[in-house]
Nanobody
């Protein structure tokens, strides 16, 4: 399994970026894709998730209304459109792939290497 992120960079506050995650070799039961982020000294945060089967999405409160996760199943690619970026969005962003547990919890089995997003004020 490979997850390759791209699209990170530096942007000023209020700007936009679009991250891409190209996936390959995913097992058939990989129904879940997500974006996570981690800033230095902080815990990893799940910011957006998408159900690959029905397209259902969910977001953390910190990004709701500003970020949009989407997918192109034909290209096995997931995107994260980030608008109205703030300095506190600065972090390494990771793509992940996984499944739902028997208790309908998200379980992420595969991770990309990450792409850095830096937002300056």
């Amino acid at each position: 399994v490979q997850l390759q992120e791209s699209g990170g960079g530096s942007v000023q506050s209020g700007g936009s970026l679009r991250l891409s995650c190209a996936a390959s070799g995913l097992p058939d039961n990989t129904y879940l894709m997500g974006w996570f982020r981690q800033a230095p000294g902080k815990e990893r945060e799940g910011v957006a998730h998408i159900n690959r089967d029905n397209g259902g999405t969910s977001y953390s409160d910190s990004v709701k209304g500003r970020f949009t996760i989407s997918q192109d199943n034909a290209k096995n690619t997931v995107y994260l459109q980030m608008n109205s970026l703030k300095p506190e969005d600065t972090a390494m962003y990771y793509c992940a792939a996984g499944r739902y547990s028997a208790f309908a919890e998200r379980v992420y089995d595969y991770w990309g290497q990450g792409t850095q997003v830096t937002v300056s004020s």
